[in-house]
T-cell receptor, first 116, second 112 residues
């Protein structure tokens, strides 16, 4: 059974703190993604990675950075947390996904982050 | 930039009713379109995938259609059940890296 795990389900941090969100997948997938989900806005892509040590900005990368030192692990870093980063954060992974592929993204359960 | 819209944002129906959820996208240059289900406080699970060359896909009581030229997809749920209550999201794949653009979802409540 495929599995994507996230380090925390709920997290409460203070403004200005450095926050690490960890994601691990056990499917040997090349691609990994970080999204945030807010009511009425759907999922918005923050960053994605298509290989170890490779990263690409998504639609809303400001205030975030990522790290992928091993294929199975993708970390999202909030260098200095702010209240507008309170959100649900979802991690996903997928195989390469050439045209015609039926591969999908597999999601973790999410981390609900509250920044006070 | 691709934009994906889902209407309605919320829907409440009695058990047994057939229903249709709508998804529209602005750029027809997509690889495929997927429908996902999200239960409260959980991640997303893929329900159906339609390749850009296909018109529809079926899985059990679910049927998804795709009209790429008009930028529309529908998810038809037959004989709805309380267990179908969840948020349904559509997403379009736009490149080889399996990058998706998601709609904001339709929250479905099926009343017993």
């Amino acid at each position: 059974d495929v599995k994507v795990t996230q380090s925390s389900r709920y997290l409460v941090k203070r403004t200005g703190e450095k926050v690490f969100l960890e994601c691990v997948q056990d499917m040997d997938h090349e691609n990994m993604f970080w999204y945030r989900q807010d009511p009425g806005l759907g999922l918005r892509l923050i960053y994605f990675s298509y290989d170890v040590k490779m990263k690409e900005k998504g639609d809303i990368p400001e205030g975030y950075s990522v790290s992928r030192e091993k294929k199975e692990r993708f970390s999202l870093i909030l260098e200095s947390a702010s209240t507008n980063q309170t959100s649900m954060y979802l991690c996903a992974s997928s195989s390469f996904g050439a045209a015609g592929s039926t591969d999908t993204q597999y999601f973790g359960p999410g981390t609900r982050l509250t920044v006070l | 930039k691709q934009e994906v819209t889902q209407i309605p944002a919320a829907l409440s129906v009695p058990e047994g009713e057939n229903l249709v959820l709508n998804c529209s996208f602005t750029d027809s240059a997509i690889y495929n379109l997927q429908w996902f289900r999200q239960d409260p406080g959980k991640g997303l699970t893929s329900l159906l995938l339609i390749q850009s060359s296909q018109r529809e896909q079926t899985s059990g009581r679910l049927n998804a259609s795709l009209d790429k030229s008009s930028g529309r997809s529908t998810l038809y749920i037959a004989a709805s059940q309380p267990g179908d209550s969840a948020t349904y999201l559509c997403a379009v794949k736009v490149d080889n890296f399996n990058k998706f653009y998601f709609g904001s979802g339709t929250k479905l409540n099926v009343k017993p």
